[in-house]
């Protein structure tokens, strides 16, 4: 039901824009997260926005802080997830998903996850 694009390979510093899409659900009504996992190492949220009905907060780490940003286009029904800046340490597989309320929520519906590896 998500479908993510938009990764690849990038050098240290460049920027990707990674997109996450819905076929059945309106993801301008849920909140939306974005995990990533690199081998060997536990899965990381790097980024989560609420609804707008709730404020639209967004919740991220400190290691994606003023070089990560999320964002809607509700026309398209896509939700983004702007990466800049990156650093050899992005490199991982990325996913977004929807938590079953709000960010603190158990995430329960997943995409299907893409590569991004940053190297020089």
């Known amino acids: 039901q998500l479908v993510e694009s938009g990764g690849g390979l990038v050098q240290p510093g460049g920027s990707l824009r990674l997109s996450c899409t819905a076929s059945?659900?309106?993801?301008?009504?849920?909140?939306i997260g974005w995990f990533r996992q690199a081998p060997g190492k536990e899965r990381e949220g790097v980024m989560c926005v609420e609804t707008d009905k709730h404020g639209g907060k967004t919740y991220y780490p400190d290691s994606v802080k003023d070089r990560f940003s999320i964002s809607r286009d509700n026309t398209k029904n896509t939700v983004y997830l702007q990466m800049n800046n990156l650093k050899l340490e992005d490199t991982a597989e990325y996913h977004c998903?929807?938590?079953?309320?709000?960010?603190?929520?158990?995430?329960?519906?997943w995409g299907q996850g893409l590569q991004v590896t940053v190297s020089s």
């Open positions: 059945e659900i309106m993801l301008e009504n849920v909140a």
């Open positions: 998903a929807l938590p079953a309320g709000s960010c603190d929520d158990e995430y329960t519906v």
